[in-house]
């Protein structure tokens, strides 16, 4: 049974940090590139951050480029979101999301999601 399980969400003040983790089990983990996303209210769903399969490449959108870090460890099955100099505008439901090589036909999965709150 495939799964993906966020956590660290919370609430937490202009300006300070927070690190999200997403646990997978059920899929080869190491061979999927993983995202995170997320959603505010009344907005669709935006990627936030990508990380490929062994970790080698990132990218970030562009507003959280310089204070968001996504990060793996495939040993632990793992991926993280590390944000740091949070502002209410980062406030959503942020989602984990895994996605299989193209040759496996691009299986893509997802987490429940774990609200983050920034404010004072």
């Known amino acids: 049974q495939v799964q993906l399980v966020e956590s660290g969400g919370g609430l937490v003040q202009p300006g300070g940090s927070l690190r999200l983790s997403c646990v997978a089990s059920?899929?080869?983990?190491?061979?999927?590139?993983m995202s995170w996303y997320r959603q505010a209210p009344g907005k669709e769903r935006e990627l936030v951050a990508a990380i490929t399969s062994a970790g080698g490449s990132t990218n970030y959108v562009d507003s959280v480029k310089g204070r968001f870090t996504i990060s793996r460890d495939n040993a632990k099955n793992t991926v993280y979101l590390q944000m740091n100099s949070l502002k209410p505008e980062d406030t959503a439901v942020y989602y984990c999301?895994?996605?299989?090589?193209?040759?496996?036909?691009?299986?893509?999965?997802w987490g429940q999601g774990t609200q983050v709150t920034v404010s004072s």
């Open positions: 999301n895994a996605v299989s090589p193209a040759a496996w036909g691009r299986t893509t999965y």
């Open positions: 059920g899929f080869t983990f190491s061979r999927y590139a």
